[in-house]
């Protein structure tokens, strides 16, 4: 399990923190399942991801265009990680990349 570095708690219900990507799944834990969060990659300041938990099977990434990712992007809640996971990936979780997100409850 990753615990993301919170940055700051400007109210109840958003979390600005950060992870490092691995490529390989693993969960975030932010204390809450978000509803929706915006990510970027604060290394290479190549990528935002928008994802909403209506839709947790794709998420937009826009980098040089935009483009619908297939890679899962979902709320966790397993007793140990209450948060959110990311698949094995290397947009939204590239190897080594630090990123940068807003989780809004």
Do not use: C
């Amino acid at each position: 399990m990753a615990n993301a570095t919170r940055v700051s708690d400007l109210a109840r219900g958003v979390y600005v923190g950060s992870y490092t990507g691995t490529t390989a799944a693993q969960n975030i834990n932010v204390g809450f399942k978000p509803s929706a969060m915006i990510i970027w990659n604060r290394t290479d300041g190549d990528t935002v991801i928008f994802w909403s938990h209506a839709i947790e099977t794709t998420y937009v990434a826009v980098t040089a265009a935009a483009a619908t990712v297939s890679a899962v992007i979902a709320q966790v809640d397993n007793g140990t990680v209450l948060g959110f996971s990311l698949a094995s990936d290397a947009v939204a979780n590239e190897n080594a990349k630090v990123y940068d997100f807003i989780a809004y409850q």
